[in-house]
Every structure is written in C-alpha cells, then in structure tokens.
C-alpha cells in the first residue's frame, strides 16, 4: 500500500503551518504593506513597449548582470560589495539559511518579527531561538548579546525596521550587536525607503554584515525582487545555493525600466511617510486602541478584541492582518498598511464600527 504523507514527509515539516495569504478580491487590501500607488499612465505605456520585446524563448541572464550593475548604482552600494539578486526577499532569505545551516547550528533574531525567518530555520534544520524584546517591542541590546554569548548562532537576522511592529531599532544597538557577534548579521532593509535609515554604507566597516532589500514595497511587489549586498566572499557562497535562473526575463526587464525612473517611486513613499503621520493620530484617538511607533509603512495595533476587530471590518470591505495567536506578544493586535488618503478614511471608520 502506498505510504502517506504523515508517513514521509519530515515530521518538523508535519508540524508546520503554511503561509497563508488571505483572498483579497473586492476589498480594500491593507494586510500586506503594498504601496498602494500605481505607476503612472505614461510609465506603464512605456514598461509595455519594453515587456513586449522581451525574448521569453530564452533563459535570462543568470546572475542579472545588468540589473546589478544599476541596483548598486541607485541604491548607493559601497564599492568591493557585490550583489545576489532573488525572487523576493523570501528567496534570498532561503539561501543564506541554506547556506548556513550546518548540524546544530543556530539561528536568532528579535521576536516577534517576520515569520519566514524561524520558518526557514525549520526547513533547514537550523535551531530558532528569539530574544532581545520587550513587551513594547523595544530592542534590549544587553539580554540579546547575552543570548548570543549563550547560544553562540551562526546567522543573526534584524528586520530594520521591524516587520510586524514597525520599529526601528535605535542604530547603536545594531552596532552593538554586530561587534558583538561571531556569525553572520543580516539586517533586512525591505521598509528602508520608510525608514530613512539603512546600514548599506556600513559594509566595508563589518566583515560579518548582509544589507537585504526588496523593491516590493517601493511599489514593485508584483515582480518579485530582492537582493542583497555583501563582501564578495560571501555572495560566492550564496551563490552556490541560489537556484539558477531565479529571476526571470521579465521581472529584470521591468526592474531596469522602473529604476530609471527610480524618482517615481521615491515621490510615492514621500506621500505614504507624510499619510503615516496622520493616520497614525487618528488611528490613536479611536477609544480602545493602541498604536505602536512605526518607522515602516504600516502599524501595529492592540485593540480589546482583534478577533471582533478583523471580522467587522472584513464584513465592511476592510482587510487587515490579524496576529492575534501569532505571538504571546501580539495579543488582540492587528497589522494595518497605510494606505491612499481615501482607503486610510475607509480603514478608520471601519475600525471605529467594529471596535
């Protein structure tokens, strides 16, 4: 008889929950961090033209020479750096954990934080372990380089800022940890251009340092891009991990296209940043709710009941993210995305009717 999956499949796989991503249709979309600006009307004409002369009977260039060439250019790379494009962040996630995960080996970061590192960890067989935050999700430097002394990991993933609670780490305490620490530090940049913030120009001072980004939430979510900078020796490594092919033709036609116009994009972030701060306010004066600081494009929220919260605005077209059970630290807490002046007025009167 033909054996089941609960027979063959690892049982840490077994155990695993997958990452589920909510239906969307007909609602306003605020559960992910998109941007959620289009580009405009002449630029799309343009990307058309361009898509439409892709060869999609070829394979792409492997390594995305080119698309490397003008990432490091835009994004200010420091020179010696080289770059390892993926198919989002995701994927770039899943090549240094691959690469990295000897027997026994340790991977930490602050948690809560994004899911699909302690995932990985898990598909790798490396051994999660959080630590470092309060319960205001602000970073305690002294008990994570204690754990680190502890646990000795040999990756350290920081989300900078913070996914789910938009925290930035005050930039002293990263550099404590990167002195302190013996393995690899990647600092995951994906809301830099919220942020303001970015340790790319310090990756000639730490040999152990990998700056990860992702054109997702520049408003590019739809093609799938990420890459991260590093010392060359590192990215040989990765590259030995990294699936070949992984960007295809037409994410990297559309990437060259988009930042050559690179201002665009950057203009459409100013507008969400200035939209952060008001609605921010307004979400803080809703009786019952509390809004953490967010240096992302997006807001963690506790509210007497996420439960009632989630499925009253879902009935009223709203989609949120709730991660009420996702962490002891996040109950009764919701994740919104700052959205376009008229979604933000939708958001608030749908979370005022169902608090």
């Avoid at 033909?2 to 589920?20: D, F, G, N, S, W």
């Avoid at 590019?220 to 033709?249: C, D, T």
């Avoid at 996040?330 to 376009?340: H, Q, S």
Wanted: aromatic share 8%.
């Amino acid at each position: 008889m033909p054996a089941t999956p609960a027979q063959l499949v690892r049982p840490e796989i077994l155990a695993l929950k997958a990452y589920h991503i909510a239906e969307a249709e007909g609602l306003v979309k605020l559960d992910a961090m998109e941007n959620p600006y289009a580009l405009p009307e002449p630029l799309r004409r343009e990307l058309a033209q361009v898509l439409s002369r892709v060869e999609l009977n070829r394979y792409p260039e492997p390594t995305g020479r080119k698309l490397r060439e003008i990432l490091a250019a835009k994004m200010n790379v420091p020179a010696g750096m080289e770059l390892l494009l993926g198919n989002g962040s995701d994927d770039l996630i899943q090549i240094v954990t691959l690469a990295l995960a000897r027997p026994g080996a340790v991977m930490m970061y602050p948690g809560p934080t994004f899911v699909m590192y302690a995932m990985n960890a898990t598909l790798t067989g490396m051994r999660p372990v959080a630590a470092g935050l309060r319960d205001d999700f602000s970073f305690d430097t002294g008990a994570f380089i204690a754990a680190m002394r502890e646990h000795r990991p040999a990756l350290v993933y920081i989300a900078y800022p913070n996914n789910p609670t938009g925290v930035l780490y005050p930039e002293d305490d990263v550099l404590a940890v990167l002195k302190a620490a013996d393995g690899l530090v990647v600092l995951d940049e994906a809301y830099h251009v919220f942020a303001q913030k970015s340790f790319m120009s310090r990756l000639p001072d730490f040999p152990n340092l990998v700056v990860m980004r992702t054109v997702s939430k520049l408003g590019l979510a739809g093609i799938r891009l990420g890459y991260l900078a590093a010392r060359p020796e590192w990215v040989s490594e990765f590259n030995k991990v990294r699936q070949a092919y992984n960007v295809n033709v037409l994410t990297q036609a559309a990437a060259l296209f988009v930042l050559e116009h690179l201002d665009v994009l950057e203009a459409q972030a100013s507008l969400i940043r200035a939209e952060r701060e008001g609605l921010g306010k307004a979400l803080a004066a809703l009786r019952g709710v509390t809004v953490f600081p967010s240096q992302a494009n997006f807001f963690l929220l506790r509210v007497p009941d996420a439960v009632r919260a989630f499925e009253g605005m879902k009935r009223q077209g709203v989609l949120v993210r709730s991660l009420h059970g996702a962490h002891p630290l996040l109950a009764n807490c919701l994740r919104v995305t700052v959205g376009t002046p008229e979604e933000n007025r939708i958001l608030l009167a749908a979370l005022k009717e169902s608090l």
